[in-house]
Nanobody
């Protein structure tokens, strides 16, 4: 029943900005949600995640990307500034959800949105 839908990707010049959105449904009240990306020829790289009271950023994006949430809209965002060609990738929203107290978490993924940084 968990659904994650990303949007906001596109083509941007180096130094530009984009904001990605992920709208979620079906989550419990015990989860972590964040952003990953997969560049051509690379594995998936964790970028940022939010848990209760904490936000994490990977070194590769720290200081350039900012994650936020709008609880009223059931949406999280990734504000990306100072984009570089090496940021080109498919960006995925991910949630690790615990459906039962003391039980395991399960990962859920959105469909991905393409970000291309090129002059």
């Amino acid at each position: 029943q968990v659904r994650l839908v990303e949007s906001g990707g596109g083509l941007v010049q180096p130094g530009g900005s984009l904001t990605l959105s992920c709208t979620a449904s079906g989550l419990s009240d015990d989860y972590a949600i964040g952003w990953f990306r997969q560049a051509p020829g690379k594995g998936r790289e964790g970028l940022s995640c939010i848990t209760t009271g904490n936000t994490y950023y990977a070194d590769s994006v720290k200081g350039r990307f900012t994650m936020s949430r709008d609880d009223a809209k059931n949406t999280v965002f990734l504000q990306m500034n100072g984009l570089k060609p090496e940021d080109t990738a498919v960006y995925y929203c991910n949630a690790d959800v615990r459906m039962r107290s003391g039980g395991p978490t399960y990962p859920y993924w959105g469909q991905g949105t393409q970000v291309t940084v090129s002059s």
